[in-house]
């Protein structure tokens, strides 16, 4: 393989088939109260394309953090200790193969993706003579197919994922650690306009969880848009990046929170909402950085949120809305190289000079 052709398959592999199937860690995106984690807005906005990678097999190791205070909502403020907002740190390891086979698809390219993330969270500033928590363990898998075309200089992509429900699980409802006991269903379309060295893209998800298999409460899916618009001079590429997401509809209860004590406050009969917050918006804005070094591809982004939003909380007082937004920055630092790339063909023989 020509030192070109690695290049742009490394870099490829750097984020093009991930895009939005590399984000975790919001514990308010799981909405039934716990530490359960799943996805995290921002994760295609890592200067991927509607693109999949060449033929081979690619890694992407990457780390990421979220470090969130929540802030008042639009009822009563937060509940926090010596007037300080109750904090939440979210640490991820993570481990992406991408397989591209060489198979083709109605004109597309395909490709197969895995994820498995390693995650930490700890919680600080909370009411209480504990003050904190803290979980570590694996949280879910992310298995995931793309299927991409493209147009000329514009880029479409559709894809299918599903976490299925393998990370560390705790407690009476399995909310108690970074895994969650539910399939979460991840449809995506992702379209790029791509001139010469520009990047302008747009990744969109969903998130469609099944009930949880302890409580059977289900929580209303998630729409996740990720933003990208990047350009690249010889080995650098950077731009701004921003992401947004929204709650669409509303989480149905079940009989396991019927006259339920949460936080020692909320008593509700069967289908009462009272575990958070049912309505959730929020965007981020940021910029990426990214340095091709030929074998292998770094890269850093990173976003802070410009608005937050929830609403639909009664787990203090039924009838008073205490939902409450999160606010800080996102980090992302990831290195992706290739493992695995079929060899060039040998060249065609030259043909014998002939002479008379």
Not at 60 to 84: E, M
Not at 226 to 249: L, N, S
Not at 275 to 288: E, F, K, S
Request: aromatic content about 14%; glycine content about 12%.
């Amino acid at each position: 393989m020509s030192a070109s052709r690695f290049g742009k398959a490394w870099a490829l592999a750097l984020g093009l088939g991930i895009g939005a199937l590399v984000a975790f860690s919001q514990p308010s995106l799981a909405r039934e109260n716990g530490l359960g984690l799943e996805d995290q807005p921002g994760g295609g906005t890592n200067g991927s394309s509607a693109d999949n990678v060449p033929v081979g097999i690619f890694l992407v190791n990457q780390i990421f953090t979220d470090q969130y205070l929540n802030s008042a909502g639009p009822g009563a403020p937060a509940i926090a200790t010596a007037g300080k907002a109750p904090s939440v740190n979210v640490f991820v390891n993570a481990n992406v193969f991408l397989f591209n086979p060489g198979w083709t698809f109605l004109g597309a390219t395909t490709q197969f993706i895995i994820v498995q993330p390693f995650v930490a969270v700890a919680t600080g500033n909370n009411p209480g003579a504990a003050g904190g928590t803290y979980a570590a363990g694996m949280n879910d898998t992310l298995f995931k197919v793309d299927a991409a075309w493209k147009f000329g200089d514009w880029h479409v992509k559709v894809a299918l994922g599903a976490w299925a429900p393998t990370g560390t699980q705790q407690g009476p409802a399995g909310l108690n650690n970074v895994g969650l006991p539910v399939w979460t269903i991840q449809p995506e379309f992702a379209l790029s306009w791509e001139p010469d060295t520009w990047n302008f893209t747009a990744y969109t998800y969903w998130e469609i969880a099944t009930e949880n298999s302890f409580t059977h409460y289900q929580s209303a899916p998630i729409f996740h848009a990720d933003f990208t618009a990047t350009k690249t001079w010889g080995k650098w590429t950077v731009g701004p990046v921003a992401d947004f997401f929204t709650q669409v509809g509303h989480d149905t209860s079940s009989p396991f929170y019927a006259n339920t004590v949460l936080d020692g406050t909320c008593i509700g009969p069967v289908g009462f909402e009272c575990l958070g917050p049912q309505n959730l918006t929020r965007w981020a804005i940021g910029g990426l950085l990214q340095y091709n070094f030929g074998p292998v591809t770094l890269q850093f982004w990173a976003t802070d949120i410009v608005y937050s939003h929830a609403s639909g909380s009664s787990l203090v007082l039924p009838g008073v809305d205490n939902s409450v937004g999160s606010n800080g920055p996102t980090y992302w630092f990831q290195a992706s190289y290739a493992l695995w790339t079929p060899p060039e063909p040998a060249p065609a023989p030259k043909s014998p000079l002939i002479y008379k």
